[in-house]
């Protein structure tokens, strides 16, 4: 298996629910990203981490956690989630974190809180 | 008001036709990137531009760093282009990304 893979590829929760999106990248990158991508809004950075270690996180609410437990696994933990939290989770690896380093993307999580 | 503004929001041609989307940023970047998402969610990344011009088969992407602006554009489009465009920029600050909210093109046959 190659790329960029994320599981599941869609997931329908309650509110009160607790669940995982898992992203595994194949690529031999070293920095891995969460995206949240609602209907008619600009993509939202979430989380990055670089050599397992989170060098962002831009002011995401609480109920979302995430965990790097290696270079190739990116976890977002989802507990106590809100209707507005339904969107699309996308994944994403890149060689580092530098500048000129491109971004592979995953297919996405089509997320659905109730 | 967002940082990253494209336009058109949304764009139709005729199969052939030269297309233009354009991306205006308000913030000081050290890179500009053009991403492709098709239908499902996929995103691929087509550019990544800190000056000038690059060109990849039918698509040329370029940048005025002094304009704050750019440009993506497809020589005879086909209509498996169509697909949402995003412009992306990396602030010269930090890590933070900002993103515009798509062009979306449709490729008649």
């Known amino acids: 298996e190659t790329g960029v893979t994320q599981t599941p590829r869609h997931l329908v929760m309650g509110m009160t629910n607790k669940k995982s999106l898992k992203c595994e990248q194949h690529?031999?990158?070293?920095?891995m990203y969460w995206y949240k991508q609602s209907a008619k809004k600009p993509l939202e950075l979430m989380f990055v981490y670089n050599f397992k270690e989170q060098t962002e996180n831009n002011s995401v609410p609480s109920r979302f956690s995430p965990e790097c437990p290696n270079s190739s696994h990116l976890f977002l933990h989802l507990h106590t989630l809100q209707p507005e939290d339904s969107a699309l989770y996308l994944c994403a690896s890149s060689q580092d974190f530098r500048i000129t380093d491109t971004q592979y993307f995953g297919p996405g999580t089509r997320l659905t809180v109730l | 008001k967002n940082e990253v503004e494209q336009s058109p929001q949304n764009l139709t041609a005729q199969e052939g036709e030269f297309i233009t989307i354009n991306c205006s940023y308000s913030?000081?970047?050290?890179?500009l990137h053009w991403l492709q998402q098709h239908p499902g969610g996929g995103i691929v990344s087509l550019f990544m531009l800190s000056s000038g011009k690059k060109k990849h088969g039918r698509l040329i992407a370029t940048i005025n760093i002094q304009e704050k602006h750019s440009s993506l554009h497809i020589t005879a489009s086909h209509p498996r282009d169509s697909a949402v465009y995003i412009c992306a920029v990396r602030l010269d600050t930090g890590n933070q990304f900002y993103f515009g909210t798509g062009t979306s093109l449709t490729v008649i046959p």
């Open positions: 913030v000081g970047i050290s890179a």
């Open positions: 690529l031999g990158h070293n920095a």
